[in-house]
């Protein structure tokens, strides 16, 4: 986390409300030395949103809720790096292909 982190994400999830949430969030990571609110309005223009709806959604406590959970999820002891992953609530240590396969299909056997 860092000091602009909860900006960013409330920015991402209002470009999502116009369907645009991989375009301002790949442009995040392109500017994440310098990210403050001119560069994030910069951002929301370059991809051509618009900028009233998205200054409301800025502002959205839906938005802010949901930030609000996902910080309380990842407060969970059993997280404690990223990427951190579960297959149907289990933590997966093995993160390769092969981890995930496997995880996968004993998870299938057991709904059997």
């Known amino acids: 986390m860092h000091a602009f982190s909860r900006k960013a994400a409330t920015a991402a999830l209002a470009a999502s409300k116009q369907k645009k949430f991989s375009e301002f969030h790949k442009r995040l990571f392109l500017y994440q030395k310098n990210l403050n609110d001119n560069t994030i309005r910069e951002i929301a223009r370059e991809i051509g949103l618009n900028m009233e709806q998205f200054e409301q959604d800025m ?12 910080l309380r999820e990842s407060n969970q002891p059993r997280i404690e ?3 951190t992953v579960f297959v149907n609530g289990k933590l997966l240590r093995d993160i390769s292909i092969q ?14």
């Open 59 to 70: 502002i959205d406590p839906k938005i802010q809720e949901i930030i609000d959970k996902d």
């Open 81 to 83: 790096s990223t990427p």
């Open 99 to 112: 981890g995930f396969e496997q995880a996968i299909e004993t998870e299938l056997r057991k709904k059997k």
